[in-house]
């Protein structure tokens, strides 16, 4: 009887781990993840700012457009902005370094790239105190040319994607 009460168990605990995978999977229908045993390549690297109101939101964005798992990843404070400014060179010769890492480590094939808005790095690059907001998504835009066009000429080979971040994590189109 015992025996039979914790098969009972064993299934029903069985069962309901089944069912909440499918229901995740089913709700997260770009939630595409590599086999970490055997799993070589990775699709990109990815180059985010150092804030911390973003961490999950990041992750979750690139989860939902099927990148789970499958990309190196990379913090620069200002994201773009840190790669372009010019004040702390050792910054973009970092940045460079890892992208060529992970090119001949992991077979890359995109570098992207997400800025957010009310960024702590472009007051201080820019020395303003405040910012408005459509400044500061020009600002971003001037940056997104400068990056994509330093590293298309430095790695042709990658594709280069730039992305918009706002507080709540939503992207927003520029
Ligand atoms: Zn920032």
Redesign the pocket.
Known sequence: MTKLLILQLLIAIIVYFIYIKSNFINSNSNFITQDQMTAHHAKAIVIT???FRLIDDAVRYLDSIGYNNNYDEFIL???TLGYNQTKFTAWAETLDKHIELAENLHDIKEVIVID?MQ???YKIFYNKKEISREEEIELHKENFKIFAKTIGTKYPNLKVRTLLMDLDGKIINV
């Open positions: 700012c150092m804030d404070a200002g994201a957010h960024c702590g790095a």
